[in-house]
């Protein structure tokens, strides 16, 4: 069984030991039917691994009101506050809002790197693509796309439980994303999770050496009942 005395050793050693499917796997065995993000909530980059503490952010539509060019009185809501809010090694974590528009710039990424944060998720697209990946920060979204932000985006609320799709994500909940996607593991019950999930890799890496020699797929995963 695995131990850890803080979440820089605990996060260290999920970098090293782990990944999203066998945290996923374990996770809906033990009954948590919903333990990922949607599938289109992707990184920017295959092979950036993102781990930290929730910070979820609550993003609505605008509210228009009056004339059609008037909208709500701070055109991005509290946006820029809730950046600012970051602390060392959270994930900022959007619910979306408007999905089919980019909620972030590499301006506020940056400004979150900065921060010390340890990625952002987006339930939306991000703009600035190729300025981001410059940043060499995880990022997750649904991908990059240039339609902005102004009069489409409204963010109400932050340090709050949010719902993506059918995942409750609340302040403090691990967030764990890989090139597989990204896995919400509630904070109350990540001991037991990883520890499973690190039981289940160790087995699957022997039912890799196995048919790396030459053995079959069927005697492989019976010898070591790893599915």
């Not at 190729?130 to 796309?145: D, E």
């Amino acid at each position: 069984m695995a131990q850890w005395k803080s979440d820089e050793e605990l996060f260290g050693w999920m970098r090293k030991e782990l990944s999203t499917p066998p945290v996923s796997d374990v996770m809906e065995q033990l009954g948590f039917r919903y333990p990922m993000l949607p599938g289109h909530i992707r990184p920017l980059r295959s092979d950036m691994v993102l781990i930290g503490r929730a910070m979820p952010v609550q993003d609505e539509l605008p509210l228009e009101y009056g004339e059609p060019s008037r909208f709500d009185a701070k055109p991005f809501g509290l946006l820029f506050e809730s950046i600012e809010a970051l602390r060392p090694s959270e994930v900022y974590i959007a619910s979306g809002g408007p999905t089919h528009v980019a909620s972030l710039g590499d301006l506020l990424v940056m400004r979150a790197q900065n921060l010390g944060a340890a990625g952002v998720v987006i339930n939306a697209h991000l703009r600035d693509g190729n300025a981001i990946l410059s940043l060499n920060f995880p990022a997750f979204a649904h991908g990059c796309h240039a339609y902005g932000l102004q009069r489409r985006h409204n963010v109400v609320d932050f340090r709050c439980s949010i719902t993506i799709d059918k995942v409750r994500v609340r302040p403090g909940d691990l967030i764990f994303g890989d090139g597989d996607g990204v896995c919400v593991i509630p904070h109350e019950a990540e001991g037991e999770i990883l520890n499973r999930a690190l039981a289940k890799t160790k087995l699957e890496r022997k039912v890799r050496r196995d048919i790396e020699s030459g053995q079959s797929v069927v005697d492989a995963f019976n010898k070591h009942r790893a599915m």
